[in-house]
């Protein structure tokens, strides 16, 4: 078959062929993945190619991570926290789900609805005002007022003294003390009675 194939663009072919620097080094299973990556391929399990193809294609912070910055700046330790928390967070897949999509910005919103012209508008169902992510998880007078009211429930019943910041009442209070995994619970459980009705 390669005698077929006319000599001038073989020749040229043969010549770019064998000025590429080889991947493989002096060991037969060893090759350079790129400059800084040697890969031993006898020892290649599936979730070392996963994490190989993970640190290929997250090369920029997620697009969900970098709007929330603009309206809570967040640092890269901090959200790196917040995603591992998750799966301490509690047991029911539905509430750890719901946890995780906001933290994505992929939940939809009143303000999404009335885009794709399934709702006739975009107002929020408590309070009136346009909605949208921002405005269902903090900004929303009917939910400021809901959380005040059940954190003071929270902290009397249970003898603590929570304040959390906003931003805490967004993605929960850092620790795994049994207090605030409770704080923890109350205020995603809260978000999702809030969304669930909107
Ligand atoms: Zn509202």
Redesign the pocket.
Known sequence: MISAIPSHPLTIAEQRISSLPSIYTDSSTMFLLDPTTHVDSSELKANNIYQLLNNKIHTVDQTGTQKWNKSIPTNNNEWAQLFKSIPKLCKEPKLREFHFKPLHRIVVTRKDLCKYRIKPDSD?I??G?GDSLE?TFMN????KTFFVRILDWLNEEYQCTFVPSEKEMLFGINGNTKAVRRLNFTLLFMKYYIYGRN
């Not at 929303?140 to 939910?143: D, K």
């Open positions: 929020c408590y309070c005002e405005h929303c007078s009917f939910r």
